[in-house]
């Protein structure tokens, strides 16, 4: 019995100790893990401080470009217009904006020599009506010099020999001297007066546009 006795308290004992070396060792991290903690905690670099002063932003006519979405009841139409020339110029003391984007309308084309045609000769008359033209007035949110930024553009787009207030979603990156960007909005452009193509097919009576861009920057004149 005595023997008995002693053989239970070792084994219990026992127990003791290795649930106590067990609960250390999980308690207690490894000494590596604990060093490598500060390098963990390091917080990222501020991001690029707001444009200060003035800028002019100019579009590379070569890099920019507008594409165009028309949804059909049978498929979705896509075509795109070049861009003739832009400029930019934004206050970010105020948010006004000047400028202008020239786009050639005459060059619209959507893969369908028929369909282009009559877009040119019967809805858009680009002979009549050869240039649309963005003329911003106003920027809406902040523009880091350097890095990317959403913001509201707002004005007024001619079409069609009439103009209509627009507000542009654009994505734009400034790096050093050079900048790029998208600008997004909608056209309802049976509201405005052009003509609805619907002939076999249901054309949408809103065309989706986002003007792809690309250029220059330099301090404002």
């Given at each position: ?43 990222a670099a501020a ?8 800028v002019s932003l ?75 033209v963005f003329r ?86």
């Open positions: 019995m005595r023997i008995t006795g002693m053989k239970s308290l070792f084994f219990a004992a026992s127990a003791i100790l290795g649930i106590s070396v067990l609960l250390s060792a999980t308690a207690a991290p490894p000494r590596r893990a604990a060093q490598a903690t500060p390098a963990a905690t390091v917080t991001s690029a401080p707001p444009v200060s002063s003035p100019t579009l590379d006519p070569a890099q920019s470009k507008v594409h165009w979405i028309l949804p059909t009841t049978l498929h979705t139409v896509h075509g795109t217009f070049d861009v003739a020339r832009g400029t930019l110029n934004f206050d970010p003391a105020s948010g006004k904006a000047t400028g202008e984007i020239v786009v050639n309308l005459k060059s619209g084309g959507s893969g369908n020599n028929s369909r282009d045609n009559r877009m040119h000769k019967e809805i858009l008359e680009t002979a009549a009506f050869p240039e649309s911003p007035t106003r920027v809406e949110g902040v523009v880091p010099s350097a890095g990317p930024c959403e913001i509201k553009v707002l004005g007024s787009l001619s079409l069609h020999g009439s103009g209509h207030d627009v507000v542009a979603l654009v994505h734009a990156e400034l790096a050093g001297q050079t900048w790029k960007g998208t600008a997004k909005f909608n056209v309802p452009y049976v509201d405005w007066g052009i003509k609805d193509p619907s002939k076999f097919l249901k054309v949408n009576h809103v065309a989706g546009v986002e003007i792809e861009m690309s250029g220059s920057l330099q301090p404002a004149r």
